[in-house]
């Protein structure tokens, strides 16, 4: 299937083949309020096409960062396990970078100041950038200088030039969520020095593909990446990778290690191996990515089999957690409060709205423990080790929990 007047957004071809169509949904992060709930919600395409040109998987910008990030649901600090993740970055790229007091370190998409907060406490100099004004806010109560601001390249030669170049700059998170990926590497590139480093960190499509991770599929992603297509992403804004690791965060990601072209040198033995794999699994022709359809599919299937037989039964399901990931699976699925009566999270923002598409409830985690269901279901399921941890009390009354994903799991 070719989407003849739709462009990639890396190379500009318009040879498109469908990937994986997920339906219309709302924006995952627009959380309604009980008022708001009362009302129609805007749908938008949630279908991924894939390039035969560069094969960059990817999601037209039916919504612009702008409806997004500008007021954002997320707050990274909910998650002690990011946190902690994120502290022992900073120590590796201390040593990796060679940083020191002197040093200038970015943080693109910087959040809530849940990473640089670590960079402080080592006395190196640092400044984040991040859209959002009430997660940036929460940044400076924390004492990380924090830019209101996209990164584009205008933006970044502003940092540079008001703050000098910096020794690292790095993204977490961040590069699946900008349409104008070719503009975000020039900015990246404006603001590294020209013997920095640039750490980007983002889900890998090979492990989504064979764990079935669909549910981080939603519109503010507007791409996913394999290492070939970061790899090309990055050398559009004039960076080469140079080394990669793979993480379990998110369900399985990577970091890419790039620099500027003129100081890169050749890849590691990592890069070489990671693209192997990726080869191996089909992924670097367009007509590889060809059958991830008919797995979600199955996904589904699953999950609504044992939700309507747990009603039957007279079973009752509340959930845990209202990620965006979560709300692409609800929508999906097509999970209602009759399945699903409601769910917690952590977030206080969250307490008392509801989901957008399936408005499901959201109440504090405590919620749980009142109420004692026989069932709760896991969204956030690639916090699987914390949660379970946390949730351990349901077994005082015979409660199990449910993962979805990579298959249905009850235990």
């Known amino acids: 299937m070719t989407g003849q007047a739709i462009a990639c957004r890396l190379c500009g071809s318009t040879d498109l083949r469908s990937f994986l169509d997920l339906g219309a949904t709302p924006p995952c992060e627009l959380f309604l309020t009980a008022e708001t709930a009362e009302q129609r919600e805007d749908t938008f395409p949630l279908h991924v096409r894939v390039c035969g040109s560069c094969l960059l998987a990817q999601l037209p910008p039916l919504i612009t960062p702008e409806d997004t990030f500008e007021e954002y649901a997320y707050f990274s600090s909910f998650s002690s396990s990011w946190v902690e993740h994120a502290r022992r970055f900073v120590g590796d790229a201390v040593e990796r970078a060679g940083l020191t007091p002197e040093s200038f370190v970015v943080e693109v998409a910087s959040n809530d100041g849940y990473l640089l907060q670590h960079v402080v406490e080592r006395g190196i100099r640092c400044l984040g950038v991040e859209p959002s004004v009430n997660v940036g806010e929460a940044a400076r109560e924390k004492g990380v ?188 699925c097509g999970i209602r409060p009759d399945l699903l009566s409601y769910t917690v999270d952590r977030n206080p923002y969250k307490h008392g709205r509801f989901t957008p598409g399936t408005r499901i409830p959201i109440h504090a985690p405590e919620r749980i423990a009142e109420d004692r269901p026989d069932y709760v279901l896991v969204l956030p399921w690639n916090l699987r080790a914390e949660l379970t941890e946390q949730l351990s009390y349901v077994r005082e009354w015979g409660g199990q929990l449910v993962f979805p994903i990579p298959s249905l799991e009850v235990v």
């Open 145 to 332: 200088p924090t830019l209101t601001a996209f990164l584009t390249p205008e933006t970044g030669a502003a940092v540079r030039a008001e703050h000098g170049p910096a020794q690292l700059v790095c993204g977490n998170n961040v590069f699946a969520h900008i349409p104008d990926v070719v503009g975000f590497a020039q900015g990246l590139r404006a603001m590294v020095a020209d013997d920095g480093w640039v750490s980007i960190e983002v889900q890998h499509l090979l492990t989504l593909v064979e764990r079935n991770q669909f549910d981080t599929i939603y519109h503010e992603h507007f791409q996913y990446y394999t290492l070939l297509t970061g790899q090309r992403a990055l050398a559009a804004g004039g960076l080469t990778l140079v080394d990669v690791e793979l993480l379990d965060t998110h369900g399985g990601s990577i970091r890419m290690w790039a620099r500027p072209d003129a100081v890169a040198g050749e890849p590691s033995e990592t890069v070489r191996e990671v693209l192997a794999a990726e080869e191996k699994a089909g992924l670097h022709t367009a007509e590889g990515h060809d059958g991830f359809a008919e797995s979600v599919s199955t996904i589904r299937d699953d999950l609504m089999s044992f939700l309507i037989d747990a009603r039957r039964r007279g079973k009752s399901v509340v959930g845990y957690g209202a990620p965006g990931k979560g709300n692409t699976l609800l929508n999906y």
